[in-house]
């Protein structure tokens, strides 16, 4: 079964410490792509990559980082100098081109 | 910068209603536009787009979008809304020349009534 799998549903996260939300597809896509949610917001671009080993900031990539180090995972660490961490987090692929973005169903991240 | 603006947040009506949501968005350069919706439970998916020539796209549920140029607008359009319309709906830009930018606007929570 192809798709986008974002794991874990929920997320909590201590003051001060980095967090990995895992985003894995099977679909065989070059772009991926994390945004982030916020009530009243929409989605926000955090970062995008085209390829396997790079990848850009989109508008909010303060306080993040990624790698993409194979084609079929992109982890997202919010690390402790992100100052408001609470979200929910989308991932989503696309093959290249094209405009069709295939979404994972989320990780909420919360602030303890 | 990049920017899209929805108009409503919430939107409410009866079943038959006609749907129009709005969507402006500005750009220095050329964008190409789109509407996601996530239907409750789901995922967030395409519902149709426009990059260029006829102005008005047709979608898939009988959904339909026309793109002012002038007015920087893409409003999204349905004649007669069902129940399973109801959904949030995401109006989203791109710049031509950087498809990985995708970006959303807030979002519109439309709730049909029966």
């Known amino acids: 079964d192809g798709g986008i799998t974002q794991s874990p549903k929920y997320l909590f996260r201590k003051e001060g410490q980095n967090v990995t939300l895992s985003c894995e597809q099977n679909l065989n896509h070059d772009a991926m792509y994390w945004y982030r949610q916020d009530p009243g917001q929409g989605l926000r671009l955090i970062y995008y990559s085209q390829i396997v080993n790079d990848f850009q900031k989109g508008d909010i990539a303060e306080g993040y980082s990624v790698s993409r180090e194979k084609k079929e995972s992109f982890p997202l660490t919010v690390t402790s100098a992100q100052k408001n961490p609470t979200a929910f987090y989308l991932c989503?692929?696309?093959?290249?081109?094209?405009?069709?973005?295939?979404f994972g169903s989320g990780t909420q991240l919360s602030v303890l | 910068a990049q920017s899209v603006s929805q108009h409503n947040h919430h939107v409410i009506l009866s079943e038959a209603a006609s749907l129009e949501l709005g969507c402006n968005y500005s750009?220095?350069?050329?964008?190409?536009l789109f509407w996601y919706v996530q239907y409750p439970g789901q995922h967030l998916q395409l519902l149709l787009k426009?990059?260029?020539?006829?102005?008005l796209v047709k979608g898939i549920k009988g959904f339909e979008a026309e793109f002012i140029k002038s007015k920087f607008s893409f409003n999204l359009r349905k004649p007669s809304v069902q129940w399973s319309d109801t959904a949030e709906y995401f109006c989203?830009?791109?710049?031509?020349?950087?498809?990985?930018?995708?970006?959303f606007g807030a979002g519109t929570q439309v709730v049909v009534t029966p």
């Open positions: 426009y990059f260029s020539g006829d102005p």
């Open positions: 750009y220095g350069g050329t964008v190409n």
């Open positions: 989203a830009t791109r710049p031509t020349d950087s498809w990985g930018k995708l970006q």
């Open positions: 989503a692929s696309s093959a290249t081109g094209s405009e069709k973005l295939f």
